[in-house]
């Protein structure tokens, strides 16, 4: 299965708090993890990810966790910030393979509202 | 330094019209695809083009053809459109299969 399923649909977090979302997928083939995160108007951008060889990747305030076993990763955003109030998706996908294989699987997303 | 743009931004379109919608990237990338983003959804694959030449169908093909016009030109048409197409599309490029994939803005397209 190709699935990535990704928790919860909206979440709303006072500012300075911690927002947590997370992704669960079925493919054990998938090597790559990206976030990407999303303005009202704007596409999506690549915010961090990564690679299965590793547990957790901080970049800033933003970190992923990655438990290989369970097939689930998440992110959490560090003292959010009203700034951070967007969309954001969990997505894999198999590293360098063409075709099919290599394309992203996207979940459906979680709208961040952070609350000053 | 412009990424990816797509053209037009808005348009409403008759059931039946027909469209293309525009995308050109100037990365020098050479994988380009189209995505339609419809509320709860996410963001599902319509085609993609791994590189000049070459186009593939992705999860949700039906009532689109592509064509990779250039390395740099990847555009997407509804022959017939109908209501169930009225969504946001974006298009994105990326070096080959290795990401991160670089998106547009997206065109928002509204079929009555």
Redesign the interface.
């Known amino acids: 299965q190709q699935q990535v399923k ?1 928790s919860p ?1 909206s979440l709303i977090v006072q500012k300075g708090g911690i927002s947590i979302i997370n992704c669960a997928y079925e493919n054990t083939a998938f090597d ?1 993890f ?1 976030w990407y995160q999303q303005f009202p ?6 915010l961090i ?1 990564i690679r299965p060889d590793v547990s957790e990747k901080k970049e800033g305030r933003f970190t992923i966790s990655f438990n290989k076993s369970a097939k689930q990763f998440s992110l959490h955003i560090m003292d959010s910030q009203p700034g951070d109030s967007a969309t954001y ?1 969990c997505a894999a ?1 198999r ?10 699987i ?4 979680t709208k961040l509202s952070v609350k000053p | 330094n412009a990424g ?1 743009t797509q053209t037009p931004k808005f348009q409403v379109l008759k059931t039946g019209q027909s469209m293309t919608l525009q995308c050109a990237q100037d990365m020098n990338h050479n994988s380009m ?1 189209w995505y339609r983003q419809d509320p ?6 319509i085609y ?1 083009s ?1 590189s000049e030449g070459t186009t ?1 169908k ?1 999860e949700v093909p039906n009532g689109y053809n592509v064509s990779r016009l250039n390395k740099r030109e990847f555009s997407l048409r509804l022959e017939s459109a109908a209501p169930s197409q009225t969504s946001v599309y ?1 298009c ?1 490029s990326s070096t ?11 065109t928002r397209l509204s079929i009555l």
Request: aromatic letters at 20%; a positive charge; charged letters at 10%.
């Open positions: 990704q649909q790559y990206p108007g704007k596409g999506p951008a690549l990810a998706f996908s590293l360098g393979y063409g075709g099919s294989q290599g394309n992203l996207f979940g459906k997303g | 990816v695809y709860g959804m996410g963001l599902r694959l993609y791994a593939d992705g974006f994105a080959y299969n290795y990401q991160p994939q670089h998106f547009g803005d997206g």
